[in-house]
């Protein structure tokens, strides 16, 4: 199912929190509060998975920039956010090879192929307005189950518990396994054209795919 992908830049990222939103004065859009615990990439033009940390965030930055498509779910109601807000200077100074200005904010649908957004859309849903009776119902763990038969391992809200109890392995493994379901249910879309929720096929558009090297 990876062969049409394996070689092409595109990657598949996720993030984990350090703070625990209920500690946050905002809740979710406390971005700047929450700290990254960890930042987990899939590349297709390595075909190898990486992980990063504060330590070595410029590289991460670096790999989403240089890439042509950014895939995750919710990454740019959410994962997009938190990288701004956590890493501002390294946003600002972006990377030598890839002048900021291409960074063109969280609505890149250029570069972007959040699988959440794509479901909201093509159920006729504006995927930058939330609304709960609507677009309610569609986590990861849902759509994964029906589509792929593929159940996270934890939860995101334990990620944080995680980080401060210091069971940095756990964190890591759990994060690397979200990718991995967020990639495989990718691949799914990629090769059928939809996903499954609530017993009903949900086209997804993959004109995004298109050009991309």
């Known amino acids: 199912m990876t062969k049409h992908l394996e070689g092409r830049k595109i990657v598949v990222f996720d993030a984990e929190i350090k703070n625990r939103i209920e500690d946050c004065s905002k809740g979710w859009q406390s971005h700047d509060e929450m700290g990254i615990s960890v930042l987990v990439i899939f590349d297709y033009a390595t075909m190898r998975y990486r992980v990063f940390d504060d330590h070595n965030a410029q590289e991460a930055i670096a790999l989403l920039w240089n890439s042509d498509l950014c895939v995750g779910f919710n990454t ?3 994962d997009w956010k938190l990288i701004r807000a956590t890493y501002p200077t390294l946003i600002e100074t972006g990377h030598k090879e890839t002048p900021t200005e ?9 570069s ?25 119902g569609y986590k990861l763990d849902d759509v994964a189950q029906e589509t792929i038969a593929m159940k996270k391992t934890s939860s995101g809200e334990l990620a944080p518990i995680m980080f401060q109890q210091g069971r940095f392995a756990d964190l890591v493994d759990y994060c690397i396994e979200d990718v991995r379901i967020e990639k495989t249910l990718f691949e799914f879309a990629a090769a059928n054209g939809y996903v499954v929720r609530n017993g ?3 086209p997804i558009d993959l004109t995004k795919l298109d050009g991309i090297a």
């Open 102 to 110: 291409t960074f063109k904010g969280f609505g890149r649908t250029s």
């Open 76 to 78: 740019v109601g959410f």
């Open 112 to 136: 972007d192929f959040d699988i959440l957004f794509e479901i909201w859309i093509s159920l006729g849903l504006n995927p930058h307005k939330f609304e709960p009776r609507t677009h309610g």
């Open 200 to 202: 009903r096929a949900i």
